[in-house]
C-alpha cells in the first residue's frame, strides 16, 4: 500500500470541517454546494500533485490542471 500525507488544512477548511460536524445531517448532493467549492479544491490539489497526476485506482495519468477530470468522491467519500 502506497501511503499519502494527508491533506493540510488551512483555518478556513477547519472551521468550515467544524461547522459541517456540528450541523444537521446534510443532503447527498450538499457536496456540490457553492460553499465546498474550496475545500474540494484543496483537496483535489493536495492529491492531484502528491499522486503526481495520475489517479490511484485506473493509474491514468492526468494531463489537465483544472480539476475537472476528477470527481472528488473518487478520493473522498462523499459522507
Known amino acids: 500500500m502506497i501511503y499519502l ?3 493540510c488544512y488551512a483555518d478556513d477548511d477547519l472551521t468550515f470541517f467544524q461547522a ?3 450541523g444537521d445531517p446534510r443532503p ?3 457536496w456540490s454546494a457553492d460553499e465546498c467549492s474550496n475545500i474540494k479544491t484543496t483537496i483535489k490539489r493536495h492529491y492531484l500533485d502528491k499522486q503526481r ?10 494531463i ?4 475537472r477530470v476528477w470527481d472528488t468522491e473518487h478520493i473522498v467519500p462523499r459522507k
Open 5 to 7: 500525507e494527508p491533506v
Open 20 to 22: 459541517f460536524e456540528l
Open 28 to 30: 447527498a448532493d450538499y
Open 53 to 62: 497526476n495520475t489517479c490511484c485506482y485506473c493509474r491514468q495519468i492526468i
Open 64 to 67: 489537465v490542471d483544472h480539476g
